[in-house]
């Protein structure tokens, strides 16, 4: 499937012509909309000119002659001509460079300009010879950024994030099963346990035909090279940039080998001292008692012989669930399926990518019941933000909606802007008129903590606030935390019943595990927010609940695990 390659391309393309002094606003905003055409199509784009045509790919929404015939010619050749020429005009590593944090295209075409910037080590270079503080409209600071951009880069080599990791390692087993040459075939190591950034896949497969399972690995479509092949473990190079060991397990070792390469490491420390103290000796091949192999069938099994229950991989990682094991007292912990609904959600009427009615029935097939719209407010221009009349407008959309329909609801809400002095940028009345107030900081980010611890608990403190979203504001790999006392965060939450969200994008997943283990020792409540931008991003919200059960949390304290009628009171404010 060519959809996503040929999308990145033409997002590539716009970047390069938004510098390009030849190019019109037209032209790039062109390129823009068809990349977000065929990154949403659900057909392959291949399939869609295989059965139509250049007819067919007219018909899709904003894609002229002339784009029909780049997408035809990729299809074709592997190549689009018009990008080659933009890299030879630009021989940047785009990618590469604008994935630092305050890098966008225009930086680095200037930079390439001015300085021969190519890619990050000539960036790294220009940084400790201090030639871009000198660089017109740049300066010490955005130097600085810059540095520290890259340091966060490297800090990430190695490991990828868990949303672009998952549905590899399940594409791969499942290929695996649909083979025939598998009894059976599972994710363990980090993956499994849903760690938010995985440093490489761990697959186990039950098989006796060990070879044909290995020729068919090595052959899979997503391996770019073979690092190491042998019959029962086989390491390769995945094009999304990470490896993949896949052992092939003998069935009497079966559950041993799951338990073993689930992990964490530190777990099975933990866990293989009370096997010794029970008189046993466990390890990867199974459970044994002196030379004798003791049967055990399942993990279940294993923890059980163990005087243990068993825990769910997301609690494994040695901060006490083994003491809980030990006790019978693991908690029953929040899952997917508790989801009743999603309390964070945006539309094309701001900066998301579908209509209202799109964003609906997409949670419809998701299975939820209820969404909050929130979109963004006046000062987030980025984002194209609402001002208090627009709010008004799309709220009565809204109401015709509800009207309209039954079975499913939507909330009138806002992600508002939590400014530099604490205050919103709307009004209190127009923020009496919402279901939800969703309160965030999109700015100023480098504040003292103490500056931006007040400016939080000032804005929790005013009892609008229903959820304060992302609250430490950290990317993965790009952005660290703010700093700010979540100490005394959480205490403004639990005074003011506001609601910590724990956002299920994948490079936010913000709180995070420990973030969510400090603060259910205060008496506040979690939503698990999808924070979805288009209809695809509601399958983000499994992410959000791995990082929640990662955290301990249980259904009774996740609101949107609650049905609508108990939400209201839980959303009350003021
Ligand atoms: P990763 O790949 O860095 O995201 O993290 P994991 O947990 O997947 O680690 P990995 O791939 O090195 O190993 C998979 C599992 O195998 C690990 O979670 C536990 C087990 N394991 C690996 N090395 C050891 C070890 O030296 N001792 C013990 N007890 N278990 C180990
Ligand atoms: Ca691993
Ligand atoms: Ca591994």
Redesign the pocket.
């Known amino acids: 499937m060519f959809n996503k390659l040929i999308a990145d391309i033409f997002n590539e393309i716009a970047e390069l012509l938004s510098v390009d002094d030849k190019a019109s606003k037209f032209e790039v905003r062109a390129y823009q909309k068809a990349a977000l055409t065929i990154g949403t199509l659900q057909e392959p784009i291949e399939d869609i000119y295989a059965k139509g045509g250049k007819d067919a790919l007219q018909d899709l929404p904003g894609i002229g002659p002339t784009l029909a015939d780049r997408i035809i010619e990729y299809i074709k050749t592997g190549r689009i001509s018009k990008y080659d020429e933009l890299k030879k005009k630009y021989p940047i590593d785009m990618k590469a460079l604008t994935s630092i944090e305050g890098m966008g295209a225009k930086k680095a075409v200037i930079l390439y300009k001015k300085l021969g910037v190519k890619d990050i080590a000539d960036l790294k270079k220009a940084i400790s010879s201090h030639e871009i503080s000198r660089l017109e409209g740049f300066g010490e600071r955005s130097e600085e950024l810059l540095a520290k951009g890259v340091s966060m880069l490297e800090q990430s080599k190695g490991?990828m994030l868990l949303g672009d990791v998952l549905p590899i390692a399940e594409r791969i087993v499942s290929a695996l099963r649909k083979s025939g040459l598998v009894s059976n075939a599972v994710i363990?190591?980090?993956?499994r346990?849903m760690?938010e950034?995985?440093?490489?896949i761990?697959i186990l497969a039950l098989s006796s035909k060990q070879e044909s399972v290995m020729d068919l690995f090595t052959k899979m479509p997503d391996v770019s090279t073979i690092v190491s092949k042998g019959p029962t473990k086989t390491t390769v190079w995945l094009k999304i940039g990470i490896s993949c060991?896949l052992r092939v397990i003998d069935p009497k070792s079966f559950s041993a080998a799951l338990q073993?390469?689930?992990?964490?490491?530190d777990h099975?420390?933990e866990v293989?001292k009370i096997a010794i103290k029970k008189g046993y000796k466990l390890n990867e091949y199974g459970l044994f008692r002196g030379t004798a192999s003791v049967n055990v069938r399942s993990e279940e099994d294993i923890y059980a012989k163990l005087g243990m229950q068993w825990m769910p991989p997301e609690m494994r990682e040695d901060r006490g669930e083994v003491q809980l094991a030990l006790a019978h007292k693991v908690p029953k912990l929040v899952e997917l399926s508790d989801l009743k609904g999603d309390l964070h959600t945006h539309t094309k009427d701001t900066d998301g990518a579908n209509t209202l009615e799109e964003m609906v029935s997409a949670a419809k097939a998701a299975g939820l019941g209820y969404i909050a719209v929130t979109n963004h407010t006046k000062s987030l221009r980025v984002a194209h933000g609402m001002d208090e009349k627009g709010f008004k407008e799309f709220f009565e959309k809204i109401d015709r909606l509800n009207e309209s329909m039954s079975g499913f609801r939507v909330l009138k809400g806002a992600e508002v802007d939590i400014r530099e002095d604490g205050s919103f940028d709307l009004t209190e009345r127009s923020l009496q008129s919402m279901d939800i107030v969703i309160g965030a900081v999109h700015s100023h980010f480098s504040m003292s903590e103490s500056e931006m611890t007040a400016r939080i608990v000032k804005a929790i403190d005013t009892g609008m606030m229903s959820i304060l979203a992302h609250p430490t504001g950290r990317v993965i790999f790009e952005r660290d935390p703010y700093k700010v006392s979540l100490e005394k965060v959480f205490e403004a939450a639990e005074r003011n019943n506001t609601v910590l969200e724990i956002n299920s994008v994948p490079n936010r997943l913000d709180l995070s595990d420990t973030n969510i283990m400090l603060a259910s020792k205060y008496r506040v409540m979690f939503a698990i927010d999808s924070d979805a931008h288009r209809t695809s991003h509601f399958e983000f919200l499994r992410y959000g609940v791995g990082t929640a059960r990662r955290g301990w949390l249980t259904k009774d304290r996740v609101v949107n695990a609650q049905r609508i009628d108990k939400l209201y009171s839980v959303l009350k404010r003021g």
Do not use: C, E
């Open positions: 490991r363990a190591g980090s993956t346990r760690r950034t995985v440093g490489d761990d060991d073993y390469f689930t992990g964490s490491k099975n420390i293989r």
